[in-house]
C-alpha cells in the first residue's frame, strides 16, 4: 500500500494538509486523476482536475497532466484540498445505476464489461458531476480497486472494461499497448464507403480550442501514427439519401481516431456533432437519427489464465430503429 506524510507539524486542527505519498507496484500503472479521486474523498471530480491543470499536484517535484501514469517509486504531492460548504457533492440517481446494472454483459472475480448507454460519460469531471466509474461504484462498494481499463466517448455506445484487481489492470494495460486486444465498432457514414478503402493511416493531432473543446485532425508533420482498418457490412438508400454500415477495427488508439479517419476518408460518422457537417445530420433525423451512430459492438482478448474471450455488445435499439427505417439495398 502506498504511504503519506503531511509536511506540517500536528496542530490539533483539522484543516486539510499537503500529502507526500510514495506510490508502490499495487498502484502502479492507474491514472492520477483516478488515483485522486480514490484518495481525495468528497472532492468534486471537477476540483481534481483544477488542480492538476494548475500545476499544484506533482509528480518527483514535476507537473503532470491527468492521464499522466503513476509508476512504482514515485513521490506524489497532494495540495491541501477543503470541500467548500457550498459545494454539494452529487451522486449518480437511481435511475443511472439500475441502467448501468443492467447494461453489464460479462462478469468474473477480477473483470466487468458493459455495454455502455449513450450519452453518459465514463468519468465525472469538466462539468460532469459523474460518469460510468463513480456510478459503478455505488453499484459494486466492495470492489474497492475498481477501475476503468480505457475510455469510450461519452456519446459512443458499446463495449466497455472496468477490472476489480490491479493485476487485472496491468495486464490489460500491457494487452492494449502489445495490440493484443481487438475491439470492433459499427458506424454510419455519410455515402457510399468503397468496398476498396480497407485502411485509413493518417497521423493525428490532438489540440485544446480557447474554448476548452478538444478537436482532433490530421496532421503529417506533427501527429501520431494512427491506422484504422474497414470493412463495409451494409449499404442503405432512401429517400434520395445513402449511407453505409462499416466495421471499424482501430489499429492504434488516439483519441477520436475512428470519427477523423471517416472524416479523412470523406465519409463522415452521422449524428456526430463535431466533425459532421451540420446539413447532412439534419438530413438523417428524418431516420430517427438524435445521436453520434458510433457503437462498440466487440471485443477479442484473452484472460489472464489464455482463457479467449469474445464479448459482443448488441447494437442498442435506438441505432437498430435508424437502419430499419433507412432499409438496406445491396452489400
Same mark, same amino acid.
Given at each position: 500500500?502506498?504511504?503519506?506524510?503531511?509536511?506540517?507539524?500536528?496542530?490539533?486542527?483539522?484543516?486539510?494538509?499537503?500529502?507526500?505519498? $510514495?506510490?508502490?507496484?499495487?498502484?502502479?500503472?492507474?491514472?492520477?486523476?483516478?488515483?485522486?479521486?480514490?484518495?481525495?474523498?468528497?472532492?468534486?471530480?471537477?476540483?481534481?482536475?483544477?488542480?492538476?491543470?494548475?500545476?499544484?499536484?506533482?509528480? $518527483?517535484?514535476?507537473?503532470?497532466?491527468?492521464?499522466?501514469?503513476?509508476?512504482?517509486?514515485?513521490?506524489?504531492?497532494?495540495?491541501?484540498?477543503?470541500?467548500?460548504?457550498?459545494?454539494?457533492? #452529487? $451522486?449518480?440517481?437511481?435511475?443511472?445505476?439500475?441502467?448501468?446494472?443492467?447494461?453489464?454483459?460479462?462478469?468474473?472475480?477480477?473483470?466487468?464489461?458493459?455495454?455502455?448507454?449513450?450519452?453518459?460519460? #465514463?468519468?465525472?469531471?469538466?462539468?460532469?458531476?459523474?460518469?460510468?466509474?463513480?456510478?459503478?461504484?455505488?453499484?459494486?462498494?466492495?470492489?474497492?480497486?475498481?477501475?476503468? #481499463?480505457?475510455?469510450?466517448?461519452?456519446?459512443?455506445?458499446?463495449?466497455?472494461?472496468?477490472?476489480?484487481?490491479?493485476?487485472?489492470?496491468?495486464?490489460?494495460?500491457?494487452?492494449?499497448?502489445?495490440?493484443?486486444?481487438? *475491439?470492433?465498432?459499427?458506424?454510419? &457514414?455519410?455515402?457510399?464507403?468503397?468496398?476498396?478503402? &480497407?485502411?485509413?493511416?493518417?497521423?493525428?493531432? *490532438?489540440?485544446?480550442?480557447?474554448?476548452?473543446?478538444? #478537436?482532433?485532425?490530421?496532421?503529417?508533420?506533427?501527429?501520431?501514427?494512427?491506422?484504422?482498418?474497414?470493412?463495409?457490412?451494409?449499404?442503405?438508400?432512401?429517400?434520395?439519401?445513402?449511407?453505409?454500415?462499416?466495421?471499424?477495427?482501430?489499429?492504434?488508439?488516439?483519441?477520436?481516431?475512428?470519427?477523423?479517419?471517416?472524416?479523412?476518408?470523406?465519409?463522415?460518422?452521422?449524428?456526430?456533432?463535431?466533425?459532421?457537417?451540420?446539413?447532412?445530420?439534419?438530413?438523417?433525423?428524418?431516420?430517427?437519427?438524435?445521436?453520434?451512430?458510433?457503437?462498440?459492438?466487440?471485443?477479442?482478448?484473452?484472460?489472464?489464465?489464455?482463457?479467449?474471450?469474445?464479448?459482443?455488445?448488441?447494437?442498442?435499439?435506438?441505432?437498430?430503429?435508424?437502419?430499419?427505417?433507412?432499409?438496406?439495398?445491396?452489400?
Amino acid at each position: 500500500m502506498e504511504r503519506q506524510q503531511n509536511d506540517s507539524r500536528e496542530t490539533g486542527e483539522t484543516r486539510p494538509v499537503v500529502q507526500m505519498i $510514495n506510490i508502490d507496484q499495487e498502484y502502479a500503472g492507474q491514472r492520477v486523476d483516478n488515483y485522486l479521486t480514490r484518495i481525495l474523498k468528497g472532492v468534486p471530480k471537477t476540483r481534481v482536475y483544477r488542480i492538476i491543470r494548475k500545476g499544484e499536484v506533482r509528480v $518527483n517535484k514535476k507537473r503532470v497532466t491527468a492521464d499522466y501514469r503513476l509508476q512504482d517509486g514515485d513521490l506524489l504531492r497532494v495540495p491541501p484540498v477543503r470541500i467548500s460548504e457550498k459545494e454539494k457533492i #452529487v $451522486n449518480p440517481g437511481a435511475a443511472l445505476i439500475a441502467k448501468l446494472e443492467s447494461s453489464i454483459i460479462y462478469e468474473d472475480k477480477t473483470l466487468i464489461i458493459i455495454n455502455k448507454p449513450s450519452g453518459i460519460a #465514463v468519468h465525472g469531471g469538466s462539468g460532469i458531476n459523474y460518469g460510468v466509474i463513480e456510478a459503478m461504484r455505488k453499484i459494486r462498494p466492495d470492489e474497492h480497486h475498481l477501475e476503468l #481499463v480505457h475510455r469510450l466517448d461519452r456519446d459512443t455506445s458499446g463495449c466497455l472494461m472496468l477490472t476489480k484487481k490491479r493485476s487485472m489492470l496491468r495486464y490489460l494495460h500491457a494487452q492494449l499497448q502489445e495490440k493484443h486486444i481487438s *475491439k470492433i465498432y459499427n458506424a454510419l &457514414v455519410v455515402g457510399r464507403w468503397p468496398s476498396r478503402k &480497407v485502411l485509413v493511416n493518417a497521423p493525428l493531432l *490532438k489540440n485544446t480550442l480557447r474554448s476548452g473543446e478538444r #478537436v482532433v485532425t490530421v496532421d503529417i508533420d506533427e501527429g501520431k501514427r494512427s491506422k484504422t482498418s474497414f470493412q463495409v457490412l451494409e449499404r442503405y438508400s432512401h429517400k434520395g439519401e445513402s449511407a453505409t454500415l462499416i466495421e471499424a477495427s482501430p489499429i492504434t488508439g488516439r483519441t477520436h481516431q475512428i470519427r477523423v479517419h471517416c472524416l479523412h476518408a470523406g465519409y463522415s460518422i452521422l449524428g456526430d456533432e463535431k466533425y459532421t457537417k451540420d446539413e447532412e445530420n439534419k438530413r438523417f433525423r428524418q431516420f430517427g437519427l438524435k445521436r453520434l451512430f458510433l457503437h462498440a459492438a466487440q471485443l477479442r482478448l484473452k484472460l489472464q489464465d489464455g482463457t479467449p474471450l469474445v464479448i459482443d455488445a448488441p447494437l442498442p435499439a435506438d441505432l437498430q430503429q435508424v437502419l430499419e427505417t433507412l432499409g438496406s439495398s445491396e452489400v
